[in-house]
């Protein structure tokens, strides 16, 4: 079953935490709700589907999406102004990203992983980690 995409902003701003080996399960909802929303949506974090864990999936190329669990950012360069939409909300909204950024995280077997982020799918990463921390665009 499709989880429900959550637009209950005093849930969404709650922050996250970090996910354990028992929580591996939320890939595979995390991949089930994208799928069912491509049209309209490149990444979702886990508070958009009811868990308010450190978990997110984005779309680094079409055909090609990444499930990150606990992921942090290393490193961020070049600043710019963009607006962003977020399926749990209405409208677009300013936000600043970085067009580069470097990121560790755990993959889904919980092992480490190291990446190098740019332009939109360094943006999509940013969008779903500011979910982590309760920050709504």
């Not at 992921?71 to 399926?87: A, D, F, M």
């Not at 980690?129 to 709504?136: E, M, S, T």
Request: charged residues 20%.
């Amino acid at each position: 079953m499709v989880p429900e995409i959550i637009r209950d902003k005093g849930f969404l701003s709650q922050p996250s935490s970090p996910v354990s080996p028992l929580d591996l399960g939320l890939a595979d909802q995390l991949r089930l709700a994208l799928a069912a929303n491509r049209d309209r949506c490149v990444g979702l974090a886990a508070n958009m589907i009811g868990h308010t864990k450190q978990a997110m999936i984005i779309s680094l190329a079409p055909g090609l999406d990444l499930v990150l669990f606990n992921p942090k950012i290393l490193s961020q360069s070049n600043p710019y102004e963009t607006e962003e939409g977020c399926l749990s909300l209405d409208g677009v909204r300013p936000t600043t990203r970085f067009r580069k950024i470097r990121i560790s995280y755990l993959d889904q077997h919980f092992q480490p992983q190291e990446m190098d982020l740019v332009d939109l799918p360094a943006q999509i990463f940013q969008h779903e980690f500011d979910h982590f921390q309760g920050i709504l665009i």
